[in-house]
């Protein structure tokens, strides 16, 4: 096992991995930015040392800066979180190179899951279901055949890179002339890398997701699916274990596969497996994901498992985990930092945060009253992860919550969390990634 | 004329207009990051740009006034 782990990243995942950290026994390095001085979970940390500047670029994406801290600090280990440069290949080998183990999949991984067309391809050899789909495109031209053999409706994706930047749907030719170089400069701007690809668009998509984890030498292990269905603007907003309303079997068909090419692939340390189910039941792969995800906590809840303990062990040459049983059904929502009509973000210091403690509820959050939410970083205050023996009784426990949380001082989303929850088509599970657009809130 | 607010701390990042330059109602003025997002500031009216009040990379908070429109 590593002797000290030095985290590279901020926020609610900052302090899960030094929690993590502290249940195994791991000396841990917590880094803030001039933004973050005052953050609470700097003190759970074996020792906090200071990055330049406020900014993204300056602090947490500064690997100069990150580098001479991992130095300074004698850590042996760095965990990249999610997000800044947890799959940036060049921070890995630069981790590498500096006598430090990086906590993530080995650096070929973040490169090649990186590259979404290479992926797709590298899934669909295996035997993993795909969406028709185009190579990486060099000109309209090129585009325009493809659209002409596959047929519209399209989906325009950059190669580079996801989170729904440079994505458009397409229904036609003027579709795709309209949107071609935009995207591209799009993409260049956000990735480095304007090329872009095609793929069928399927109507009323579910997203469902499957973590993976593996030793790196063929062993490899599933840990059952996630629904992240409900997005607006493109982030995620709830997330939850099982998937409701899906053919079980058809998701263990799926997670046995990601399963099996996580293991022939002899990827390592975490995964994840992101598909879209079409509305006739066809699953098709999206992406892989080569870091922990800010929804982790939704699979810990139903398999019992530390998947950050689990990721940092696996690092260190730990032993794979058996598979755990699938119990209960746990639900997280997101709390942002936005006002609630204009979905701005809202920024202020937080003269009242108090998150509710309650039985079969988890709150994550980076944040603690008094500290200030600054315009630098992303605009997630809290995770609420609601778990119980039913689907109904964790959305229960999470309505629960999210009326006992108080926050004031600057606004959230937690209306429309608490709407979102008591819609009758949410309950009944009819819910697709477009469900947060064609209802009114 | 009318000035034009910021709806959200931020930074400027990019400045889209020129003073002097006639801008038609919806044109982006300025565009703001915050919190990862990139805001775009439209012109509520046409008119012309007689002030720019901030540059790229200033800091704004909710409420300060970035540009001023002779409508």
Redesign the interface.
Known sequence: MFHRVLIANRGAIARRVIQACNALGVESVALYSEADADAPYLAEATRALPLPGVKAADSYLNMPALLGRLAESGADAVHPGYGFLSESAGFARAVADAGAHFIGPAPHWLERMGDKVAARALMAERGFPVFAGSGALESLREARDFAAEAGYPLMLKPVGGGGGIGMQVLRDDADLAAAFERCARLADAAFADPRLFLETFCMAPRHVEIQVLGDGAGGAVHLYERACSLQLRHPKVVEESPAPGLERDALDALAMQAERITGELGYDNVGTVETLRAGDGRYGFLEMNTRVQVEHGVTEAVTGLDLVATQISLAAGGALPARPQLQGHALEVRVYAEHPRTALPSCGRLTRFRPPVMHGVRVDTGYAEGQTVTPYYDPLLAKVIGFGGSREQAIGRVLVALKGFEVLGVDTNMALLRAVLQDDDFLAGRIDTGYLYSHRW | MIEVES?????VWKVEVAEGQQVAAGDVLIIL?????E?PVEAPAAGRVVELRVAPEDAVD?GDVLVVLDT
């Open positions: 709806e959200v701390q931020g930074n990051e915050s919190m990862k997002m805001i909710e």
